[in-house]
């Protein structure tokens, strides 16, 4: 499975930014996504993750009402959308993915095989 992610960039604060993440490879119905983000000095941290099949999410509570994964099935893309971001969401951003991701929400960074180059985002203020 290839991961890539686009959309990254200088954004200001208070626009919307969207980062794509298109996925080649053998994608079955039980495979998830899931977005990170990495900024200077810190750990990568896991921020959504939505299930290819039924499209349910999970958002950690850094960014749970700010940004929103989505996924298209048809071009095998996922999607991160950010509204209003602040110069505190400046970091590299990853897409991850996991085959056979079963009914638990997969959170951590080791619970992913599959990741993406990394987008920079960097938002000004």
């Known amino acids: 499975v290839r991961l890539v992610e686009t959309g990254g960039g200088l954004v200001q604060s208070g626009d919307s930014l969207r980062l794509s993440c298109a996925a080649s490879g053998l994608i079955f119905n039980s495979f998830a996504m899931g977005w990170f983000r990495q900024a200077p000095g810190k750990e990568r941290e896991f921020l959504a993750q939505i299930r290819w099949s039924e499209g349910s999410t999970h958002y950690a509570d850094s960014v749970k009402g700010r940004f929103t994964i989505s996924r298209d099935n048809a071009n095998f893309t996922a999607y991160l959308q950010a509204d209003s971001p602040q110069p505190e969401d400046t970091a590299v951003y990853y897409c991850?993915?996991?085959?056979?991701?079963?009914?638990?929400?997969?959170?951590?960074?080791?619970?992913?095989?599959?990741w993406g180059q990394g987008t920079q985002v960097t938002v000004s203020s």
């Open positions: 991850a993915g996991v085959d056979n991701a079963g009914t638990g929400w997969k959170i951590t960074q080791f619970d992913y095989p599959y």
